[in-house]
């Protein structure tokens, strides 16, 4: 009896651990995200740790179901729970509905159920039991709660429009442009400036919002209701002649010879690398000389990912790139500015682009990247 008790804790304590880590650990985004082509996490780069962490989570819960329930029945138990975890998520906005996780979840029981299968035969399974399960949880948490908390900030641009089409001053700054989510009607939201909430009227997709003064570059930033705060990608930069827009922090470098409709998106000082958008068309500017081995990328996102190259569609996003020769001009290389080396990459026009993830990827390590959103 008192064995029972112990599996049923474990499994109440398995059950609960993997409802924070998927559900309650997660910030709520504002897009509904799925993935119901089988195996796409297993046959593309960047997803083996997610589905270890997958794997991993289910090992205890396989092991506690099978020695509670009869074995046939666990992988079924595993499934079913496995589903509920996909639904909560998909519908409390704290993940994506993808098919590979169950896939990873059910494999994880199977682990679970074949060590429960093994250590039946041993006196000592109980510690051993507890140990695995120890070790199980103590090693999600190491990984997945670190990767909940990041994960908004490193998608946000994706998940929402935000543009300023008016910036004036007079005794004050006033805001004027345009906010709306892409897929789900727009919760209520307030703009703040450098992390101070500001007066916001919002009128439909429009917005106006002003505030009494700015005396250094602050972002904006925007919270909707039931959402933490939000970066937009967009800074307001006071001048002597009153303000102005800018998409990089710091101070923004001027370059000779651009293009007057050029807007830098993104710039990396230790890379020597500005990367300009040009109505429908990106202008990377490398001063340094990469390594034969690093190809410059850009992965394209968009709200109509069915309209996607068909090898990408699974994927959600377009994945682009190049390697710049050392020694030739490579294709769309245009004349050098100063010491900058100039490729021009038009942006795709058969889907609306949501944002711009760009950098640098050398033998396979992601060695810089930065993300904008697409005016």
């Known amino acids: 009896m008192e064995g029972n008790r112990k599996k ?33 996490s297993y046959t593309s780069h960047g997803h083996g740790k997610q589905i ?46 993808d098919v590979d996780d169950l896939i990873s979840n059910v494999l994880g029981a199977a682990i679970g159920l074949l060590i429960f299968s093994l250590l039946s035969k041993v006196d000592k399974r109980r510690w051993a039991a507890w140990a695995m399960l120890t070790a199980g949880l103590i090693g999600c948490i190491m990984v997945a ?46 703009i703040y400036v450098g992390g101070e909430p500001v007066d916001t009227v919002v009128d439909g997709k429009q917005f106006k919002a002003e505030l009494l003064g700015l005396e250094e570059k602050a972002e904006v ?24 827009v800018e998409y990089v922090s710091g101070d923004v470098p001027v370059i000779p010879g651009l293009p007057g409709t050029a807007v830098l998106k993104s710039w990396n000082e230790e890379y020597d690398t500005l990367i300009y958008q040009d109505g429908n068309r990106l ?3 490398i001063g340094t000389e990469i390594d034969k081995n690093t190809e410059v990328i850009y992965h394209i996102h968009t709200n109509e990912p069915e309209k996607l190259p068909e090898n990408r569609v699974q994927y959600g996003f377009d ?5 710049p020769p050392a020694d030739e001009r490579a294709s769309n290389e245009l004349e050098p500015i100063d010491h900058y080396r100039v490729f ?32």
């Open 344 to 375: 021009e990459r038009e942006i795709p026009d058969e889907y609306n682009v949501t944002a711009i993830v760009v950098g640098f990827n050398t033998d396979g390590i992601i060695t810089w990247n930065d993300s904008f959103r697409s005016e």
């Open 283 to 285: 202008l990377w500017l």
């Open 8 to 40: 049923r804790l474990g499994l109440a304590v398995c059950l609960l651990f993997i409802l924070y880590i998927t559900v309650l650990s997660r910030v709520p985004t504002l897009s509904r995200v799925t993935h119901l082509v089988p195996l796409w």
């Open 52 to 97: 270890l962490l997958n794997i991993c989570l289910f090992v205890p819960l396989g092991y506690f179901l099978a020695s509670i329930f009869r074995p046939r029945f666990t992988l079924l138990i595993a499934l079913a729970t496995s589903l509920c975890v996909e639904l909560a998520q998909f519908f409390t906005y704290r993940g994506m509905l």
């Open 145 to 190: 709660v670190p990767a909940a908390k990041s994960n908004i900030y490193t998608r946000i641009t994706e998940q929402f429009w935000f543009s300023v089409s008016s910036l004036t001053v007079d005794d004050k700054v006033n805001i004027e442009g345009e906010c709306f989510l892409y897929d789900r009607t727009t919760p209520d939201y307030s």
């Open 319 to 323: 994945n682009r790139g190049f390697r």
């Open 221 to 244: 930033q925007i919270k909707f209701k039931g959402r933490p705060l939000m970066p937009t990608g967009t800074w307001i930069n006071p001048t002597a002649r009153g303000a102005e």
